[in-house]
């Protein structure tokens, strides 16, 4: 998203001023058949650091420290040392907002204004003058006086200009690092007989008379026409497409540059408009404001694909049919109602390649690839974790098209249990909040050795939609893996890797490749060529490191008020029109009665209610397990009453800052009150609400004691509907009465409803007639209401495949490999009087069906 306000150090004229005096000097220099062809208002950001020093003056009479303020490059692109002529300007900055500029949404291609991305945090940029000085003052101590070290500091002064004074002994701190951006005017001229000309100017006075001293920045763009494009904040580039050759990406419907350097996009710009492997500044995006680097993180170009996976056709095929296909063949997916696949959940015992997988499927897509650990989120302070979770969807996002990959899930979602911290809640809380929004072209993908201790909100449909076993390597893959590892080793001429492979079954690939190195170090010892015997006899050495796995587990019109003095966007929080209605809701006839008696009738007879004493439901608490259809409901009442509807998250709320969340739910009341008659859903109200144990910090009582007030106070017109998978984690002041007067159980769908939700699912597909409904209903006891969207997506999937219509065995055959992502859940009713714990007798059950 883009900044609201940024600060400049200076403004700059206005584009029908500029225009006419650069027209003039392309007439006066070029000629009269010159024409401009581009012109863009460039804001190049830059970074303002102060740095103190102790100076002579200092050490003679005491004087405070000296400061010098240099400029350094946002876009780390080396152009540091033609920035310190702007440091007088920026000495002063002018807060602008952003609003009335065109970034790419009034015009084709960039737009006329272009906002260059920072590509480093402000930690890095404030970091880079202390590390320099470090190597002079390292150099010193090694190098002989007057040469090296002379050559390192004659290099450091020149680069940032620094004062004659300045000695880097005497260098004491950085004191202030401050983002801010150098706006020009960038204009190029046609000139027939010759390359583009292409110039910088910042006023009308340097266009006429062509005495600006910008060449620098003149030479960057000239050296690749697309840098605009390729530079351009995320925000920027997500609406540009840069296509294979076009030297002028970014056009704005304007002749564009023929120039030698036009043929540089390459394969990710033609997709997404993404720096090129070929391209110099193919790096990392660094987001504005956040702290973990990109750079450590990201890989912009993965090397990699289901070629170099040995083996494992299986996963290969289904990933290729249910991650790859809809993102490479959207028009055809999109004809069956089959929206791409958001999360891939792999799961599998340790060493069997879930990471290698991940980046293969990077690689396939051609996206960025983005790998985290739990050790790149931890951190010993409170709410931090929770920040840098939020951090790494925000680098997903500015780096897409991106597979965001998080290894070991179970360490970063832990099930949220009583022994588990704060700090630890909130991260899992955050990350579910990130997976309900993750954004277009951000495919998340997740590996866990351990899916039972995985937080079940996590792995309910909608969050990851596809959960996919990676287990030990087949017979196939170990004879892959295995010459992969043994590939430029001396190999004996009759070596058999057949019989190791037969005797290495259930075996990890970390396991095998120890087996390869092992057997290697056997015959460099005895001086032979690796042989059959020296394999055969690591591998009796080696024990598999997984010799227990086995197998799988698991309103029209309307108008949107934005009330004064809020922060949070109300843009983003209220749907005007939800666009459904209780009659798109499949079963829960008995809720959507409650629904109607409690809170439609009285709102709808009000006077009626008001004769007999009665007043209004303004509370509404909705509670059960994950997954089945607590957020639809709520939108459904919304649509039933005709109300606008605001949907918030925990995430939405929750700040770093004291004090900043009780503000954000009174801004929150404030939209909804502003937004009137409208259904406030509070999603999670049990990360939002929780108990004020001695646990909680001040901030978090200042959040909910402001919600108790709020509630307290509501107008007839707002309804707040909240729901929570963990109705004991409420704090017991908000579930009582007069706040929240109905509590209603959101169970799994009984069977009518099931029937009632594959029809909604299934609808606008090409269905076959004659389908058995009982029979495949009978088979989901025990689903919830995502996990039937699931099923009635993977039917029509092996339609699709098939060229037919989704018939009954597509049903059967989807519902014999998916499993309820309630098996397990405490509540454990399945609406048929069914325990949870009967989840996995149900499981095979249905893995016994066979079909024609």
């Known amino acids: ?363 396939e897509l051609e996206y960025a690839f983005l790998s985290v650990s739990p050790a790149d989120l931890a ?89 996919i076993e990676v287990p030990p390597p087949d017979a196939e893959a170990r004879h892959e893996i295995l010459e992969i590892h043994l590939e430029g080793r001396p190999l004996a001429d009759d070596l058999d890797l057949d019989s190791l492979v037969d005797a290495s079954a259930g075996y990890a690939s970390s396991d095998l490749e120890y087996v390869a190195e092992e057997g290697a170090r056997r015959a460099l010892r005895a001086g032979e060529r690796i042989s059959t015997a020296h394999l055969s006899a690591a591998l009796d050495d080696t024990d598999s490191s997984v010799p227990d796995w086995g197998g799988s587990a698991l309103g029209g019109g309307k108008t949107i008020t934005q009330p004064d003095d809020v922060d949070l966007n109300a843009r983003s929080l209220v749907t005007a029109d939800v666009g459904r209605s209780f009659a798109d809701v499949g079963g829960m006839d008995g809720l959507k009665s409650r629904l109607r008696e409690t809170v439609v009738d009285p709102l709808e007879h009000a006077d009626r209610y008001a004769e007999y004493g009665l007043s209004t439901t303004n509370g509404v608490l909705l509670y059960g397990p994950p997954g089945c259809g607590k957020t639809h409901v709520a939108g459904a009442l919304a649509g039933e009453l005709e109300y606008a509807f605001l949907e918030v998250s925990p995430a939405d709320l929750t700040s770093k800052w004291m004090g900043k969340p009780a503000q954000n739910v009174a801004d929150l009341f404030e939209i909804a009150r502003a937004n009137a008659p409208i259904v406030c859903f509070l999603d999670e109200i049990d990360a939002i609400a929780a108990g004020r144990s001695g646990g909680s910090n001040q901030s978090q009582r200042q959040m909910v004691n402001q919600l108790l007030a709020e509630l307290e106070a509501l107008p007839s017109d707002v309804v707040v509907l909240a729901a929570t998978n963990l109705l004991a984690d409420v704090d017991g002041a908000v579930v009582r009465s007069g706040r929240f007067d109905e509590r209603i159980e959101v169970g799994p769908p009984d069977a009518d409803a099931r029937r009632e939700i594959l029809a909604v699912h299934l609808a606008d597909r090409p269905v076959a007639d004659g389908i058995e409904w009982d029979t495949v209903v009978e088979h989901t006891a025990g689903y919830a209401g995502s996990d039937l969207a699931l099923l009635a997506d993977n039917a029509a999937r092996r339609a699709m495949g098939a060229s037919d219509r989704v018939r009954e065995r597509h049903l059967l055959e989807a519902v014999a490999e998916t499993t309820s992502s309630l098996d397990g859940w405490d509540r454990g009713a399945d609406g048929e009087g069914n325990e949870g714990g009967r989840g996995q007798q149900r499981k095979r059950d249905r893995s016994a069906v066979w079909y024609e």
């Open 1 to 363: 998203m883009l900044p609201e306000r940024i600060a400049v150090d200076r403004t700059l004229p206005d584009e029908g001023a500029i225009r006419h005096a650069l027209e003039e000097f392309a007439a006066r220099k070029v000629g009269p058949t010159a024409a401009v062809t581009r012109l863009h208002r460039v804001f190049y950001p830059v970074f303002r650091v102060t740095v103190a020093y102790e100076s002579e003056r200092r050490l003679l009479w005491g004087d405070d420290s000296e400061h010098v303020t240099v400029l350094l490059d946002g876009l780390w692109a080396n152009n540091h040392e033609p920035l310190q002529q702007y440091r007088e300007s920026a000495a002063e900055l002018e807060p602008i907002s952003t609003v009335g500029y065109d970034f790419g949404r009034d015009r084709g291609g960039l737009g006329r204004s272009v906002l260059l991305d920072f590509r480093v945090s402000n930690d890095r940029a404030a970091a880079l003058i202390p590390e320099r000085l470090a190597d002079v003052r390292e150099s010193d101590r090694f190098d002989d006086p007057g040469s090296m070290t002379a050559s390192f500091r004659n290099r450091l002064f020149d680069t940032f200009d620094l004062p004659a004074d300045f000695e880097p002994t005497a260098f004491e701190s950085v004191t202030d690092a401050t983002r801010c951006y150098l706006p020009f005017w960038v204009v190029e001229v046609e000139r027939p007989d010759d390359r583009d000309l292409i110039g910088v100017v910042r006023d009308r006075e340097e266009a006429v008379d062509d005495a600006a001293s910008h060449s620098w920045l003149a030479s960057f763009v000239r050296e690749d026409t697309s840098r605009l494009a390729t530079y351009a904040h995320a925000a920027i580039r997500q609406r540009v497409t840069v296509s294979e050759g076009a030297a002028g990406a970014g056009d704005t419907g304007e002749s564009s540059t023929d120039g030698p350097d036009s043929d540089r996009a390459g394969e990710r710009n033609s997709k997404s408009g993404s720096p090129t492997v070929d391209d110099p500044s193919n790096a990392p995006i660094q987001p504005e404001g956040v702290d973990l680097e990109a750079d450590a993180l990201v890989d912009p170009s993965p090397d990699r694909s289901f070629a170099d996976v040995g083996g494992m056709a299986d996963l290969e095929s289904r990933l290729r049919r249910s991650v790859l296909g809809p993102v490479e063949r959207p028009a055809e997916y999109e004809a069956y109602g089959l929206d791409p696949v958001s999360g891939v959940l792999l799961y599998g015992p340790p060493g069997c390649g879930k990471t290698y997988v991940a980046g293969a499927v990077a690689g």
């Open 379 to 467: 951190s010993k302070y409170m709410g931090k974790p929770a920040e840098n979770v939020q951090e790494i969807f925000e680098i997903a996002r500015a780096n897409r098209p991106c597979v965001l990959f998080l290894d070991e899930i179970d360490a970063l979602a832990g099930a949220r249990e009583n022994d588990g911290s704060t700090s630890e809640r909130q991260m899992v809380n955050q990350l579910l909040t990130e997976l309900e929004d993750v954004g277009e072209d951000v495919l998340v993908l997740a590996a866990t050795n351990l899916i039972d201790d995985v937080d079940d909100a996590i792995l309910r449909t909608g969050r990851f939609d596809e959960r």
